[in-house]
């Protein structure tokens, strides 16, 4: 007679989602989270207030947990994805003016790349616990984490175009501090060029600046010295200070005038800051509506690039929270792991 046959140690519990209730309450969190994420930052892109944003992003970073905690804890995939659907339809609802009764094509769009790298993320995350044999909870968040942030800082880009470009709610202090932070940034490349120029200064002086740095190297037209070679920087230091300002004076009026010929008038007596920020604004005005739409798309592009730079600092961090968040609600039996042979390790609900 062959050998006789035994199952042991087998888990009697099955790797179900056994706790409608539970999933419920991780669906209206994630929800919730997902449209003060959403109402803040839009409130950031009104009203240029900082504590805004960075409410926004602290609620950001919880969704993103709990879209962690999602791939975790909810073992069908189709309850998962529904979940989600319901999350992003939720953030979308603070836009229902913009839903109804004329959908915004834009708005609906970044909803659905929104829901699908959300999904991708979570799905992926549930495949990684899947087919392990213990729970390693930080192969499932290193996996979600980069996603569904991806997905959200797309999502909030798709606002900023919306706002500034198709509703016209564009908040000209933040366009100004975004100019004002660029030309800063941007100094130190200007004084390669033009030594002792800074966007800091009056619009006079900056031009002035740019004169005398051309001066020094490659003297420009005019009728009180000609150029004569490599002479010229002699000649001109030679010269009566009268001479020497009224000479300096005349080529800031022939840049200016240069410069108006471009884009048109301007204050020289306001900061160089200003004048550029009042420029860039005219010529983007005198766009017609289609490439507006495409430098809208440019700029959601761009900002997403930052924001994403910006995140990508922040991911060990989110999954640590997404861990302590974890161990907290096993420590309160709100779920509890489980085995379902001797060697696969699982988690479910309590």
């Known amino acids: 007679m062959g050998p006789n046959l035994t199952v042991i140690s087998q888990s009697k519990e099955e790797e179900i989602d056994a706790h409608p209730l539970k999933i419920t309450i991780l669906a209206l969190i994630g929800a919730a989270l997902g449209i003060f994420t959403t109402y803040y930052f839009n409130q950031f892109l009104q009203l240029a207030d900082y504590i805004y944003l960075t409410i926004s992003f602290i609620f950001g970073a919880f969704f993103v947990v709990f879209a962690v905690l999602n791939a975790v804890f909810i073992k069908s995939s189709a309850r998962l994805e529904t979940i989600l659907a319901f999350q992003v339809l939720v953030a979308l609802s603070i836009f229902y003016n913009h839903l109804y009764p004329s959908p915004s094509l834009a708005l609906i769009g970044g909803g659905v790349i929104f829901f699908m790298f959300l999904g991708t993320a979570v799905a992926r995350g549930k495949k990684t ?13 290193k996996t979600v984490v980069p996603r569904a942030i991806s997905g959200v800082l797309i999502f909030l880009s798709v606002i900023i175009y919306l706002n500034y470009f198709e509703w016209g709610k564009f908040n ?133 690039l930052m924001l994403k730079s910006f995140a990508v600092l922040f991911y060990w961090l ?33």
């Open 318 to 350: 989110i999954e640590f929270l997404a861990f302590f968040v974890f161990k907290f609600l096993v420590a309160i039996n709100f779920a509890h792991f489980g085995l379902q042979t001797r060697s696969r390790e699982f988690v479910i609900l309590s």
């Open 129 to 141: 616990i899947d087919n392990s044999l213990k729970v390693n909870f930080f192969s499932v968040a």
């Open 172 to 304: 000209e202090i933040i366009g100004k501090k975004l100019v004002s932070e660029i030309l800063t940034a941007s100094n130190p490349i200007v004084n390669l060029f033009f030594t002792g120029v800074s966007f800091d200064q009056s619009t006079h002086i900056f031009l002035k600046g740019i004169v005398q740095s051309q001066i020094n190297q490659q003297p420009p037209q005019s009728d009180i010295i000609s150029r004569s070679g490599n002479n010229f920087l002699d000649d001109f230091k030679s010269l009566p200070s009268e001479l020497k300002d009224k000479f300096i004076n005349e080529s800031v009026t022939n840049l200016q005038k240069s410069i108006v010929g471009f884009v048109g008038p301007f204050d020289v007596t306001k900061n160089a800051k200003e004048v550029a920020y009042d420029l860039i604004k005219g010529q983007i005005d005198k766009l017609s509506a289609q490439v507006k739409s495409i430098l809208g798309l440019v700029v959601a592009f761009v900002a997403f």
